[in-house]
């Protein structure tokens, strides 16, 4: 790997892959809409995922790209924005990444089949229908670009992502808003859900394995330790000397709040507190099975503790 173009180096997962490159000494070209990337010494190449011309002057001699960037909100005002840079700017970058040795493509655990009871793999049945809201739903049919890109013979390979925590999430990501929200003391209470949680770091070098051993055409979970989301919080406390949550709140109630939030949002185009999608997300665990990756790309995720601990001091440096 000589040159690397990197998509969405100033967002989270994207600015620790970036990093890794660089490390490693691979020679990073970022592409942003927003200027140069904090705190890194890479090229940076002004662009976006909707005009295809700047992809292609982005990519021109990279030999691997990895495309991170994407539209992550749990809500949006315009869902046809979200589209046009989550699906057609997938067909864009790949497009225009056409002649590059390997292309990662960064999806979501979000697009991986999720039963209520089961612990989900790369291979348990899913379809479009299962997708709820706007974010899942692009990046099921983006994911759905890659494939059909690979199947064409482009050497493209997908990781999927579990609920990376860590620093340097700086808009931040929902879950970064989740541990934001309890250092600033703003969740009495949680309601009983799961997901996998993943230290930033090993998705990154999930990244780099996936370019190295993945299989095109194949996903890869790239997760650590399945939580619930009371066990997750009591972990923060404890690495952040603050107390957890003891209340509880019914499933119902949550999904009230956020379709009265949501609502509002709706009318006002204002943000919602409590966004609809994201409590339709914790009706099941979305627990995983990330096996796969340690199988075929030699991945092994840590536990998640050091990985909160050093998102609970960046978050804190920032306030």
């Given amino acids: 790997m000589k040159t690397a173009l990197v998509t969405g180096a100033t967002g989270f997962v994207g600015w620790h892959v970036a990093k890794l490159l660089h490390q490693r000494g691979v020679k990073v070209r ?3 809409r927003s200027g140069p990337v904090p705190e890194l010494d890479v090229e940076t190449v002004a662009g976006d995922l909707r005009d295809p011309a700047s992809l292609a002057h ?3 001699g990279c030999d691997h790209v990895f495309h991170v960037a ?3 909100r749990l809500w949006t005002a315009d869902p046809a924005a979200m589209h046009a840079s989550n699906v057609e700017g997938t067909r864009n970058l790949i497009t225009a990444a056409r002649h590059a040795s390997r292309i990662v493509y960064c999806s979501t655990v979000g697009t991986i089949g ?4 089961i612990i989900a793999d790369e291979d348990s049945p899913v379809s479009l229908a299962a997708m709820k809201g706007h974010y899942k739903r692009t990046k099921f049919l983006a994911e759905q670009v890659a494939l059909a890109a690979a199947r064409e013979g482009l050497p493209v390979v997908i990781v999927n992502p579990t609920t990376p925590v860590g620093d340097h999430d700086f808009k931040p990501t929902p879950t970064g808003k989740v541990i934001g929200d309890f250092l ?3 969740i009495p209470a949680y309601i009983d859900t799961g997901l996998n949680y993943v230290d930033v770091s090993d998705v990154a070098l999930g990244h780099l394995l996936a370019a190295t051993h993945g299989r095109p055409g194949q996903r890869y979970i790239l997760g650590a330790e399945n939580l619930s989301l009371k066990q997750m919080l009591d972990r923060l406390a404890a690495v952040s000397g603050l ?3 003891r209340l509880r709140i019914p499933y119902a109630l949550a999904y009230t709040a956020a379709a009265v939030s949501t609502l509002w949002g709706n009318l006002t185009r204002t943000h919602p507190g ?3 999608d994201g409590v339709r997300y914790a009706q099941i665990r979305m627990w995983v099975d990330h096996h796969k990756a340690v199988r075929e790309l030699g991945y092994q995720p840590q536990p998640v503790d050091a990985a909160l601990a050093r998102a609970v001091d960046w978050f804190r440096s920032r306030s």
């Fill in 30 to 32: 970022a592409l942003s």
């Fill in 58 to 60: 982005a990519a021109s």
């Fill in 70 to 72: 994407a539209d992550y």
């Fill in 114 to 117: 999720m039963r209520r009871g």
């Fill in 184 to 186: 600033g003391g703003r």
């Fill in 243 to 245: 107390s957890s949550p």
């Fill in 274 to 276: 409590i966004p609809l």
